[in-house]
């Protein structure tokens, strides 16, 4: 155990705060060679945790892609009584109007993973995009770039995107461009802080020496150092996609087409499950989201700590 | 240790988010398409010239600079801020309906963030303190998996078990609305409203205390491997003594910050919790607004809680820097 002031660290970089780096601390990690990521796959999959995460995201994502073979019913057939409780038949009981909820749950995993898969992936672009920008860029640019950032974070996202999504009207690609267009400014300042750090260790100077330009530079050295921080980042973003699509179909905001996870607690809510002993209808769809969190929590979490040496010393 | 450059620079940064906030707030209703009298012209089966009328007497007919300029003033100089009459609490002006409903949220945020502070501290502490034992396994266990658990869905959890078979707490609702008191200072009601408060508190903490745990578990790990805690021990210092007085304390720092940069999160956890509860606060208010769109009540909502929260933020950086003489800026 050492001085363990990374925490602090990490939250006061994420602050846009300057603090002071050891700079000869990554100088052993060969730039965006093959190695290297082989080393941190190797490493992550050594971890137990990664793996259980892993296997867990795997699981539902299999579920989620092989939906219409695996679920039993049609998650929109009515199929007989309601509420009927978890059996044989219908392992995880019938809803209000008598539909497989088990179905549902096995659809939502495709529709509820699509969203947290987009908007993790569109906020990941949008990130590194505009925090490369802010540290390669002239100061004003970056200064600019920030306050966005600084603005974006600090109104409240989840009733702005609640607002938007309201009046931008029930469909799953309106839900998936907003709750993108407000989830991009963490990543963008984590980018932008990791990359100044970058730029400032010896390999740069000596790729600057050698003769390369800001473009390549920033392309081919500093954002294959910040990739491993990004996918752990990009993970991570997964279940706040998934849980931001939730709420607002939980709120009856959500593409009413679609049966996402969000949509099943909905139902559940207006249907009066609780009071109709539709326990396992109520308690399915969360607890899936909540395994989904956990196994993104794992998995980003510890790519997080092996890609990064200097979180690595707890 | 803190300069005035750093806290004239900071002031700045917040005049600016604040300025460029108040820009956003003005242009989210504008941007939507169909302006709010046209729609209700179109929803209520308005004739041209009503509708003419209701563009002039809201103001709507001058250019956007104008409507901007008269925007800033009415926010900026006027105290309470103006911003107009609600559309569906017609004809109370916006900021009586938000300050009506503020309390009510406000006194939910409070509770469950102290509530949720002190259990994640206490359990990080202890995991912490018991590394490696099957208690830090549970707890970590149980952060984790609640770490990214809905909040309207423990809400809902909380809802089935304490309103069907266990029914201790009223579930909707923040106050018993049948009976009505001479005054609010009265025992019988502060129970009533700690009761109706208690399941929406209850269902904040528990999907929100996880991150404090989890940090606090790391910072108090890495503090416990500092000198000056070995140093203790060696002295002979109560073991009590040596984990809250030598290592929590430290440890706590960035919780603090946490505490405050959260309260953006849990407003908007608040908002829906309030939804399921039916709890009279901001969310609910915000959640009737946009159904009703009743844009003025919209406005004056986000404005309410950006301030409040850039203002937070804002001392919780300054906070930092007097809590903890090591950062540096």
Known sequence: ?314 | MISARYIIRRTMNSLVTYAAALALIFAIPRLIPGSPEELMASSYRLPGEVAAELRHRFGLDQPLTTQFLKYISNVILKFPPDFGISYSYYPAPVWQVVTTYLPWTLFLLTLSSVVTAALGLLLGVLSAWKRGSVVETLVSGVSMFLLSTPYFWIAMILIMVFGVYLPIFPVAGAYTSTVIYDTPFRLDYIRDVLAHAALPVMSLVISSFASYTIIMRDNMVSTLGEDYITTAMAKGVKTRSIIWRHAARNAMLPVVTLFILRLGTILGGAIVTEAVFSYPGVGSLLFNAILNQDYPVVQGFFYVITVMVIIANYFADLLYIFMDPRVKY
């Not at chain 1, 970056?142 to 603005?151: A, W």
């Not at chain 1, 990739?227 to 990009?234: E, K, M, S, T």
Request: one cysteine or more.
């Open chain 1, 1 to 314: 155990m050492r001085f363990g002031k990374t925490p602090r660290r990490a939250l006061l970089r994420e602050r846009g705060a300057t603090v002071r780096q050891d700079s000869d601390e990554n100088l052993s990690s060969v730039v965006g060679s093959r190695h290297r990521w082989v080393e941190i796959a190797v490493a992550v999959m050594h971890e137990k945790r990664a793996v259980a995460g892993l296997t867990i995201l795997l699981a539902f994502v299999l579920m989620g892609s092989f939906a219409p073979f695996i679920s039993p019913y049609d998650p929109f057939r009515l199929l007989g009584k309601p509420y009927l409780q978890p059996s044989s038949q219908h392992i995880l009981g019938t809803d209000s109007l008598g539909r497989d909820v088990f179905s549902q749950i096995i659809w939502g995993a495709r529709v509820s993973l699509f969203v947290g898969g987009v908007v993790a992936l569109s906020v990941a672009t949008i990130g590194v995009t505009v925090g490369l920008l802010s540290a390669t860029s002239h100061p004003i640019v970056d200064e600019i770039l920030m306050r966005l950032c600084d603005i974006l974070i600090i109104i409240p996202k989840l009733p702005l995107t609640i607002f938007v999504a309201a009046v931008l009207g029930r469909g799953i690609w309106n839900i998936i461009a907003v709750l993108a267009a407000f989830g991009w400014p963490q990543m963008a300042r984590m980018v932008r802080s990791e990359a100044l750090s970058i730029k400032q260790r010896p390999y740069v100077d000596a790729a600057r020496m050698s003769g390369a330009g800001q473009l390549r530079i920033t392309f081919q050295i500093i954002l294959p150092n910040l990739l491993p921080l990004v996918i752990a980042n990009a993970i991570l973003a997964v279940i706040s996609g998934v849980i931001s699509e939730a709420s607002l179909s939980f709120l009856g905001l959500g593409d009413p087409s679609q049966m996402s996870w969000g949509t099943v607690i909905y139902f559940s809510m207006i249907g009066g499950a609780i009071y109709n002993g539709g326990w396992a209808w109520v308690a399915a769809p969360g607890f899936c989201i909540s395994l989904i969190g956990l196994g993104t929590t794992f998995l980003g979490s510890t790519i997080n700590v092996i890609s990064n040496p200097r979180l690595r010393r707890r």
